[in-house]
């Protein structure tokens, strides 16, 4: 899979998904991070992408045509016109099932906007996806681009050493991880639970299960109305939620 990222700031992108699990994924060619200069798409002779707003107001606004021409010029390159998601945060809210609707593109464009965003025809004319990653303003797209590439990145088949801890963990089934726990079997008088300990493998899946039903309970509660339980395990939650009830 290969992510681009129209960015004023390439370095950024380049040395945060140069690194860790995405820097080993690009070596073994699972997957390509470029980031295109939007700079480098200017025809201003002082190198100039951004300008006042028209009906004024404050900070400067970054121009179409330098970024039509830097997606304009990739697409060139690869032949394709691939999805661009413009990161906004007006736009819809980044989750995981939108994350795996994404990872199963074969090109993604991000498009990071600075100051006061983007002039509004660039975005009429190429943008396809408006994504945020929350309700807070950060100062540029670059941090939200990269937040979304690592987790789409790990969907992929093999960029993850174990295919099923992608699986497993939070978000999966719409329920929260269960807690995880290593030796020694005693730290500062805290105990590993005991079941962890018993070998008996119904018994820990049992338990981990309630756990994360537990947690997703007290934490997410939100989640759970999409979560996929068994019967049995609806009763545990049901049984959970008034044993809450009946102590309020
Ligand atoms: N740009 C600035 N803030 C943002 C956010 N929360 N999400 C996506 N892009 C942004």
């Not at 790990?154 to 939070?170: F, Q, W, Y």
């Not at 009763?235 to 809450?244: N, R, T, V």
């Amino acid at each position: 899979m290969n992510f681009h990222v129209l960015t004023l700031f390439p370095e950024m992108v380049e040395n945060g998904c140069g690194t860790s699990i995405l820097g080993r994924a690009a070596a073994r060619g699972l997957l390509s991070v470029h980031a295109v200069n939007i700079r480098d798409y200017t025809t201003e002779k002082h190198g100039h992408v951004d300008d006042a707003p028209y009906g004024g107001g404050a900070g400067m606004v970054m121009q179409a045509a330098p970024v039509c021409d830097a997606y304009d010029a990739l697409c060139m390159r690869i032949g394709k016109r691939p999805r661009v998601l413009y990161m906004t945060p007006q736009g819809r809210v980044f989750n995981q099932a939108i994350a795996e609707e994404l990872s199963k593109e074969e090109d993604l464009v991000f498009l990071c906007g600075h100051y006061e965003g983007i002039d509004e025809r660039a975005l009429e004319l190429i943008v396809t996806d408006e994504l945020s990653i929350g309700d807070y303003v950060l100062t540029g797209g670059e941090l939200p681009a990269m937040v979304m590439i690592d987790c789409i990145a790990r969907l992929i088949p093999g960029v993850l050493n174990n295919d099923v801890s992608a699986e497993i963990e939070s978000f999966h089934d719409n329920l929260l991880e269960y807690p995880q726990y290593t030796r020694p079997e005693v730290y500062k008088e805290l105990r590993v639970p005991e079941v962890l300990l018993s070998g008996h493998h119904a018994n820990i899946e049992k338990w981990r299960r309630e756990q994360s039903i537990c947690r997703t309970l007290e934490r997410r509660p939100d989640l759970l109305a999409q979560a996929n339980l068994s019967k049995k395990e609806k009763q545990y939650l049901d049984a959970l939620i008034e044993a809450k009830n009946s102590l309020q």
